[in-house]
């Protein structure tokens, strides 16, 4: 009886540190992050921003940047959907996709120019979030030979919510 008490305190244990670090990495990935790219001769820069809800909704955008004001000019893409988290694999899955119209001259539209499409995704990727909260780090699966595809991309904390 005595060794029958000893398994279930440890599996109690187990189970309760399980869901603690997998609570901690749902808790610590909530909120804003960003990526940024310079274009355009230093003028402009292009982010991709991840907004991560405690509601487990989501929304990722790729906005332009006026560098010297940082002011928002307009979107190239959104996505919104709910995301989970397992361990330290992330699940996006879109539920409305807005994109901007390539065949216009401008490279941005205002967010209600955007386009909806038909499409819609489902991704999964490990996902580290580095100890002082401040950089996700997410880590693709492999892709085909003939594929152009990023293997990482790490994101700055730009807000919590």
Known sequence: MKKLTIVF?????FNSCTNDSEEDQFSSLIGDWSN???IDNERLSQ????SFNSDK???VSTVIIK???NEILGYRYRAIGIYSVN???LTLKSSEIYTHDDSKDDMYSNIDELKTTNENFERSFKFFIDQNKKIVTF??????PLEDCLDKECFKRINEN
Not at 9 to 13: A, G, K, R, S, V
Not at 47 to 50: E, I, P
Not at 139 to 144: A, E, K, L, M, S
């Open 67 to 69: 560098n010297d004001t």
């Open 47 to 50: 982010s991709s921003r991840y």
């Open 9 to 13: 305190t440890l599996l109690i244990i």
């Open 139 to 144: 880590i693709y699966p492999p892709c085909d």
């Open 57 to 59: 909704t989501f929304v």
């Open 36 to 38: 940024v790219e310079t």
């Open 87 to 89: 361990e330290n694999k």
